[in-house]
Nanobody
Framework: QVQLVESGGGLVQAGGSLRLFCAVS????????MGWFRQTPGKEREFVAT????????YYADSVKGRFTIFRDNAKNTVILQMNSLKLEDTAVYYC????????????????WGQGTQVTVSS
C-alpha cells in the first residue's frame, strides 16, 4: 500500500510563490513516476506536471510551463511542486499521485492519490 500526503497549500497573492510537498510512504518511492494534478469545483481533475522515477524526466501542462517546477528527493520520499508567478486561475485543490508508468498525463492512469491541499490565489 502506498500512502501520499500533501502539504504546503495556502493563500497567496497573485504573482507570488508557493511550494507544495508530497510525502510518500509504503512501497519503494523511487519505483514510481509521480504527478501533480489540480481540481476546481465542477471540473475534472487537470494534469499539472509529472516526473520520472529518477527525476531526470519532467513534463508540464502548457498552462504552468515556465512557472511551475516539479522535482523529487528519493532519499526523503518526497515530491515537490514549486509554483511561481501564481495566477488567479491557479486556484484549486492540488493532488499528488503515483503511477506505474512514465509519460502519463491522464488521472485514470495514476494508481495512488493523496487527499489534496488547497491553493488559493488572491488578487
Amino acid at each position: 500500500q502506498v500512502q501520499l500526503v500533501e502539504s504546503g497549500g495556502g493563500l497567496v497573492q497573485a504573482g507570488g510563490s508557493l511550494r507544495l510537498f508530497c510525502a510518500v510512504s509504503g512501497r519503494t518511492f523511487s519505483s514510481y513516476p509521480m504527478g501533480w494534478f489540480r481540481q476546481t469545483p465542477g471540473k475534472e481533475r487537470e494534469f499539472v506536471a509529472t516526473i520520472g522515477r529518477s527525476g531526470g524526466y519532467t513534463y508540464y501542462a502548457d498552462s504552468v510551463k515556465g512557472r511551475f517546477t516539479i522535482f523529487r528527493d528519493n532519499a526523503k520520499n518526497t515530491v515537490i511542486l514549486q509554483m511561481n508567478s501564481l495566477k488567479l486561475e491557479d486556484t484549486a485543490v492540488y493532488y499528488c499521485a503515483a503511477a506505474n508508468k512514465v509519460l502519463v498525463t491522464r488521472a485514470a492512469e495514476y494508481d495512488y492519490w493523496g487527499q489534496g491541499t488547497q491553493v488559493t490565489v488572491s488578487s
